[in-house]
């Protein structure tokens, strides 16, 4: 499959991104980083989402929303990749002046879409766009990627009845699901099992897939683009610091940059 | 005199923006009808947006429909909208600068019956202190009308303060200036600012200093961010002795505002009259104004007392 091989080098390079982009900030979330990427590859370059990386205010565009905020610089390196700035910004991540900010900051960088990070905001700023579109009668979709981990947060789950009241169908979310956050499991710190059911009971429609297999996220975006009739949920399994043998599954790396030996180790496997 | 509740003069301005402005949408949190989004609701039906009991989301969920170019005004009671949903209004309202309008209702002890835990008295601190924010507090039903009105025009977050109950329509401006407070009435022993219900009350406390022999200069102060620091900087400058009145608690509101400014450039006595660092409670209007000092009486005689002293 040529496409999904485009992909996967699209997905090694932003990975590479995205460790440089740490190692050199000095502070940063890895592991919840390097979950995402295959998610947002999809999105971005698996044909799913309509941009226009020159006009980033183009208002029929398709709307991301990283509601799991600190995983931006997974975010900031797909939207180098996809145009929207030079690529030499992404070495300013967390710098004083940056525009890439620790976390997402709508006013500051074209293509973010949301100033997110306090978990739980980003997935109901989502479904205000998604209600925005009805309003102004736009045909615009509204992906919105929110972290395991954040499923804790109430404010989650009053975004969603209102998803599934207004009958959202516009409004795609993906859980990164991960099965880790700072503390621990997620099973461990406060169990947000079972997901499907939750989102079901919201009258969301809902798929569980893998995160990390372009096959089957880019034919689960498409269906989902497709509803007419309700909300989408992705729950995209994955893996923490997926690409980095050393990082994956280890929920030591959610809030730890690579080193720079670390690094040279992460690049060589990222080749 | 006529006398309308502030929160009636928010319905009426809200159809009235409504029509002028097709971007114009409201959104409430199951209280439409004591905020009066009710009136938007009948004249646009598919630009309001119940989003239940949930007044966190319903910011968010603002914050996300201008984004989009929408001009969303979400109301609920104060101690709401200001309270259990500061987290989004700081994050997803203030921090980018958007321009959603926040109307909370019921706000101060006038709210009477529903009790202490229903009273907003810190929303104008919660408020104050968040980067972007304006907040207004207007006095009556013709200027909260005026003030929403302009509110379309306005930049960024904007909050404005209504009240529950009745309250005298004194004022005859015909237009809001964001910033700018008003001298009501000119006096030259002291200055009184006010605003809400509190500054007709500050009206009629003058009266009765007068037949004291003092006499007051009463500013209606509407605009508590950005603060009218002229305004107030000349007339303390004419009296050297600065009150401030409002149905708030005395820290961090309209008093805390003047107190921060004129600590800073011109060091003057400052008395502020509101909740005295106390949560209020049930009992109607009338009698919970007696009690906590909010009739014309009891402020005539606070500042009489605070003159002599």
């Known amino acids: 499959m040529e496409d999904f091989k485009n992909l996967e080098e699209k997905a090694k390079k932003i990975r590479r991104n995205v460790l440089i982009m740490l190692n050199k900030s000095g502070s940063g979330h890895s592991g919840g980083s390097l979950s995402i990427v295959d998610i947002l590859v999809s999105l971005y370059f698996g044909g799913i989402m309509n941009y226009d990386a020159k006009n980033p205010n183009w208002e029929d565009r398709d709307r991301l929303v990283l509601s799991k905020g600190h995983a931006c610089p997974a975010l900031y390196a797909t939207l180098a990749e996809a145009g929207y700035f030079d690529e030499e910004l992404l070495w300013t991540l967390r710098k004083l002046g940056s525009p890439l900010q620790g976390h997402p900051d709508s006013k500051k960088l074209p293509g973010i879409e949301a100033s997110t990070g306090s978990l739980g905001n980003g997935i109901s700023q989502a479904v205000g766009m998604a209600l925005a579109a009805k309003v102004l009668k736009k045909r615009y979709k509204v992906f919105c990627i929110v972290g395991d981990g954040e499923m804790q947060e109430g404010l989650v789950y009053e975004a969603l009845m209102a998803a599934g009241h207004y009958k959202l169908s516009n409004l795609i979310v993906i859980v990164d699901n991960n099965g880790l956050q700072i503390d621990g499991q997620c099973s461990d710190v406060m169990n947000i099992y079972p997901l499907k059911e939750k989102f079901e009971s919201f009258n969301f429609r809902t798929y569980e897939i893998s995160g990390h297999v372009y096959k089957n996220l880019i034919d689960t975006l498409t269906t989902a683009k497709r509803n007419v009739i309700s909300p989408t949920a992705i729950i995209a399994r994955t893996v923490k610091g997926m690409g980095v043998s050393f990082m994956a599954n280890r929920v030591e790396y959610h809030g730890v940059v690579p080193s720079d030996e670390e690094l040279k180790k992460a690049l060589e496997e990222l080749k | 005199m006529d006398k309308k509740a502030t929160r009636e003069a928010y319905g009426k301005a809200l159809v009235d923006i409504g029509k002028k402005d097709e971007l114009v949408v409201a959104l409430d949190a199951d209280l439409s009808g004591s905020t009066k989004s009710s009136e938007f609701k009948k004249a646009y039906p598919h630009r309001f947006f119940n989003m239940g009991i949930a007044e966190s989301n319903m910011v968010d969920v603002a914050a996300g429909m201008a984004l989009s170019g929408l001009k969303p005004y979400a109301s609920s009671f104060a101690v709401f909208v200001t309270g259990r949903a500061f987290e989004p209004v700081r994050q997803s309202i203030c921090y980018p600068n958007l321009h ?21 008295i810190v929303d104008i601190a919660l408020m104050r202190s968040l980067p972007n924010m304006k907040v207004i507090v207007p006095a009556d039903y013709n200027e909260t009308y005026l003030a929403v009105v302009a509110s379309l025009d306005m930049e960024g977050p904007v909050y404005i303060r209504t009240s529950r109950a009745k309250s005298p329509i004194f004022t005859d401006d015909t237009t809001f200036k964001l910033g700018k407070a008003k001298v009501v009435k000119e006096g030259k022993d002291a200055t009184v600012v006010a605003c809400g219900m509190m500054t007709y009350i500050a009206l009629e406390a003058s009266e009765l200093l007068r037949k004291d022999g003092i006499e007051i200069e009463v500013i209606n102060s509407p605009s508590i961010k950005p603060l009218d620091e002229e305004t107030i900087y000349n007339s303390a400058k004419k009296t050297n002795r600065v009150f401030s009145i409002e149905e708030h608690s005395v820290i961090g509101g309209l008093g805390g505002a003047i107190s921060e400014f004129l600590s800073e450039h011109y060091p003057v006595f400052i008395h502020k009259i509101g909740m005295d660092d106390v949560f209020g ?20 005689k606070r500042i009489k007392d605070k003159l002599n002293g």
Do not use: N, R, W
């Not at chain 2, 959603?100 to 907003?120: F, M, N, P, R, Y």
């Open chain 2, 281 to 300: 409670e049930s009992g109607t209007k009338d009698d919970l104004f007696c009690k906590y000092g909010f009739t014309k009486e009891a402020i005539a």
């Open chain 2, 100 to 120: 959603v309008v926040l109307c909370g209702s019921h706000s101060g002890i006038s709210v009477g019956e529903d009790g202490g835990s229903h009273q907003a």
